[in-house]
């Protein structure tokens, strides 16, 4: 391979990366940051805060002091929160076979992700948020597969986000339990 080629593909993949982060929604987008920050949100922002020219920060001051705190979105009044804080539940990665329905066409793929609160599936069609959607999938050392209804949250070219609408005590219990063991 040569420098050229090097340079190509590297170019290649930031250009793939650019793409599927502005594709990402506003929330996934900032839980991406700090995860790519290491939860050290405060220290960019001052970063961020000297760089800017006087008149930049008089600014920034003058309209931060003019937003009404009710205002801000829950997620960002504490920028010291983890990322898993944010979230309603702790997420796993993993890759699990899934069966779901929408509008009457059934589908096949994969769980990427899931927390007892919904799942990513990764998929090719694009799904616009709000659709209804019923989802089985099992999980492993579990013989009794889940059946969850649930509606999609949020849509990118990988796939989409899936919030569950009633999940039981025992499933909740099930999926806490998958989620908390260590690999």
């Known amino acids: 391979m040569t420098d050229t080629d090097a340079m190509t593909g590297r170019f290649s993949i930031t250009a793939r990366l650019f793409k599927l982060v502005s594709d990402m929604p506003k929330d996934q987008q900032l839980l991406l940051l700090r995860q790519l920050m290491g939860g050290k949100v405060s220290t960019c922002l001052y970063k961020l805060i000297v760089e800017m020219t006087e008149e930049q920060q008089i600014i920034l001051s003058e309209q931060m002091a003019q937003l009404p705190k009710a205002d801000l979105p829950v997620k960002m009044l504490n920028l010291e929160e983890t990322e898993s ?86 499933q909740g219990n099930m999926l806490k339990s998958f989620i908390e063991q260590n690999e």
């Open 85 to 170: 804080s944010m979230r309603e539940s702790s997420r796993k990665p993993c890759l699990i076979n899934a069966s779901y329905r929408i509008q009457d066409r059934d589908f096949q793929s994969y769980i990427l992700d899931v927390s007892v609160g919904g799942v990513f599936i990764e998929a090719k069609e694009r799904f616009p948020k709000g659709m209804d959607l019923l989802l089985q999938f099992s999980i492993p050392n579990r013989p009794q597969p889940f059946a969850i209804s649930g509606k999609i949250a949020w849509s990118s070219p990988r796939g989409f986000g899936v919030k569950f609408d009633n999940v039981t005590a025992i």
